[in-house]
């Protein structure tokens, strides 16, 4: 289950990058405002997309193990363990109760690399108005 999280959350990682390459040379020196939030937000879109992805994931191996009825009773279970909520309103019986923890490890781990890539992509977006700022080229080096 690990692995396919790291598939998706890779996956969705390569987008991201291929975006911002793709689009951030576009833009001239002075990128306009509406570029920069259309990049951010197209990046924080398919983050979402991979969490709820892998939320969507970690619910269905739920069902499958029949700990849960229902996907939406799992998705809820799922997504309160991998945001490392924490509410204890549905608790998992003692033969599954292990992969709670496990999600939620998961959860940590990919959103620290989701914000990782959020903060690379607003670099990435800055740094050719920092680079006309100081007069020389995008990376700042002056002529």
Request: with cysteine; glycine share 8%.
């Amino acid at each position: 289950m690990i692995a396919s999280m790291v598939l998706v959350q890779a996956t969705a990682v390569t987008a991201i990058i291929r975006l911002v390459r793709r689009q951030v040379p576009r833009a001239n020196a002075v990128a306009n405002w509406v570029h920069n939030v259309g990049v951010f937000a197209r990046a924080l879109l398919l983050i979402v997309a991979a969490q709820l992805l892998q939320i969507a994931a970690w619910a269905a191996l739920f069902v499958a193990c029949g700990e849960f009825d229902d996907f939406s009773t799992a998705f809820y279970h799922s997504a309160v363990n991998f945001t490392t909520l924490g509410y204890g309103d549905i608790v998992m019986s003692r033969a599954w109760r292990l992969l709670g923890p496990l999600e939620a490890v998961a959860g940590m781990l990919m959103f620290g690399v989701s914000t990782a890539v959020l903060f690379a992509v607003t670099q990435a977006l800055i740094r050719p108005r920092e680079g006309h700022r100081a007069g020389g080229s995008a990376r700042g080096e002056r002529p």
